[in-house]
């Protein structure tokens, strides 16, 4: 009888130590869902941290995205006004260069046709012996009266040759009769250098120092020029 009540004591002993382990276990496995709850509640915090943290970060790339495009417009905007400004300088600079070149273009028609009148002009009111010695001479006195251009001088001496000295205008080219140079070295050759004196006297008195011309160029021609007109020596004459 003692046996059978010390074995059930010993099963209930039992029993009791297998309900504490139980239980402990139980709270083990309860902590164990605790702490698990704890650390999904964390990353869930977690998560939530770093959504707003890219929600921040993608805020600010729009904003330094708007502020650069924004930039952006404002640097075009003040290109395209420079670029605008500029094709308007140049334009006016083309239109002012294009009237420029209109009025050169009328004013020389202009002369030209003053030109003309004067040469038809001359042809009435002076008709030279072409055979006189003095016929250069006084092309020049009354061009230079007149204050006539080369081309108003070289018109008059073309207008004023008669007989054979006309016709040594048949063996210039067209744009040479109307070069008073050209003219003057054809009759030279044709009719010799007997004229050349005159024509050295007319240009020593109505010289005058050229633009540029230093005063030892400007003597040294006058000494040409005297040269030529008060000698026997030929000379060339200036071209």
Not at 96 to 102: R, V
Not at 121 to 130: H, I, S
Not at 202 to 230: C, D, P, V, W
Request: glycine share 4%; aromatic share 6%; with cysteine.
């Amino acid at each position: 009888m003692d046996e059978k009540l010390k074995s059930l004591s010993e099963c209930i002993n039992a029993l009791k130590n297998g309900q504490e382990e139980t239980k402990e276990r139980m709270e083990n496995v309860q902590r164990s869902q605790e702490e698990t709850k704890n650390e999904l509640k964390e990353w869930r915090k977690a998560k939530k941290r770093l959504r707003r943290k890219w929600r921040i970060c993608r805020e600010k790339i729009n904003s330094v995205e708007d502020r650069i495009a924004g930039k952006m417009k404002e640097e075009i905007a003040v290109v395209e006004e420079k670029v605008g400004k500029e094709i308007e300088r140049i334009k006016e600079q083309v239109e002012e260069k294009f009237e420029e070149m209109a009025r050169n273009f009328s004013q020389r028609v202009e002369d030209l046709e003053k030109t003309l009148l004067v040469c038809g002009k001359t042809m009435k009111e002076t008709q030279f012996v072409p055979a006189s010695a003095v016929y250069k001479t006084q092309i020049c006195i009354i061009s230079e009266a007149n204050g006539g251009t080369e081309g108003v001088k070289a018109c008059q001496l073309a207008a004023s040759l008669r007989g054979e000295a006309a016709e040594v205008l048949q063996t210039l080219p067209d744009t040479k009769r109307l070069n008073l140079n050209s003219l003057y070295n054809v009759l030279d050759l044709r009719f010799g250098q007997k004229y050349s004196k005159d024509y050295a006297r007319l240009q020593m008195k109505t010289r005058i120092q050229k633009a540029g011309e230093i005063l030892h160029e400007y003597a040294s021609e006058e000494e040409r020029l005297a040269n030529l007109a008060f000698s026997d020596h030929s000379a060339t004459v200036e071209k």
